[in-house]
């Protein structure tokens, strides 16, 4: 790995364990062993570094929003794909520990960032309507922006509410507790099978914890 990359991968676990704030070029620099002079010859302050890494996020995680949409609502399927979103979220997750103060600090990642939280708003209701559509779902047009707006609200600030709430988790239960929060906002609009439903959550839910990748 070259320097650069280097760098970059030593900030981004640095600023998600300790947080953005508490964290110098000085203290990247120190943790790579190499000189502040070094560090800077490849990035000329934090705000580049911040930069490239969101820069790095917004492409994944755009990727991960433009997937092709299933009109069918199997609960593998949308189990596997919002553990995905919350994943590459958990990935980065210093955004989202401390996002309002980030946002204030850095004007060009908060530009970035409402870009792409209207690309979540987007998907999600494209998600809602197909599934409306298909008749899956039983829902009018007023409580679709309620529901979606909820869900946006609920992927974003999940990690730093799971923090507040149950101080630090291991990363699956979090990401899981997180999917399964999603699901269940969406439960109660099926046209059918609704208590169904909610038990298949909450088995593939219990199913996930136990699941061996969950074992230390």
Same mark, same amino acid.
């Given at each position: /790995? ?24 000085? $203290?990247?620099?120190?943790? /790579? @062993? ?42 593998? $399927? ?22 309002? @103060? ?31 559509? *298909? ?5 009018? @047009? $007023?409580?679709? $922006? ?6 946006? /609200? ?5 990690? *730093? ?46 199913? *996930? ?8």
């Amino acid at each position: /790995m070259k320097t650069r990359e280097k760098i970059l991968h030593t900030s981004l676990q640095l600023f998600n364990e300790e947080g953005e704030s508490h964290v110098t070029t000085v $203290d990247i620099a120190n943790e /790579m @062993d190499i000189s502040p002079g070094n560090l800077y010859y490849h990035f000329k302050g934090k705000e580049i570094i911040i930069e490239i890494l969101f820069e790095k996020f917004e492409d994944e995680f755009s990727d991960i929003l433009h997937a092709p949409i299933n009109k069918e609502l199997k609960i593998e $399927d949308s189990w596997y794909y919002l553990y995905v979103v919350f994943e590459e979220m958990y990935h980065y997750r210093f955004i989202y520990q401390n996002l309002s @103060d980030l946002l204030q600090r850095y004007e060009i990642i908060n530009k970035r960032f409402r870009k792409l939280l209207n690309l979540k708003f987007q998907t999600a209701s494209s998600i809602i309507t197909t599934l409306r559509e *298909a008749n899956i779902l039983a829902i009018d @047009d $007023d409580a679709v $922006d309620v529901l979606v707006n909820n869900i946006i /609200m609920t992927i974003t600030y999940w990690i *730093a509410y799971s923090n507040l709430k149950d101080g630090k988790q291991p990363e699956q239960i979090l990401l899981h507790k997180g999917v399964f929060q999603v699901l269940s906002l969406i439960a109660p609009f099926l046209s059918q099978g609704k208590l169904e439903y909610r038990e298949l959550c909450k088995q593939f839910y219990v199913k *996930a914890l136990a699941s061996d990748s969950l074992k230390p």
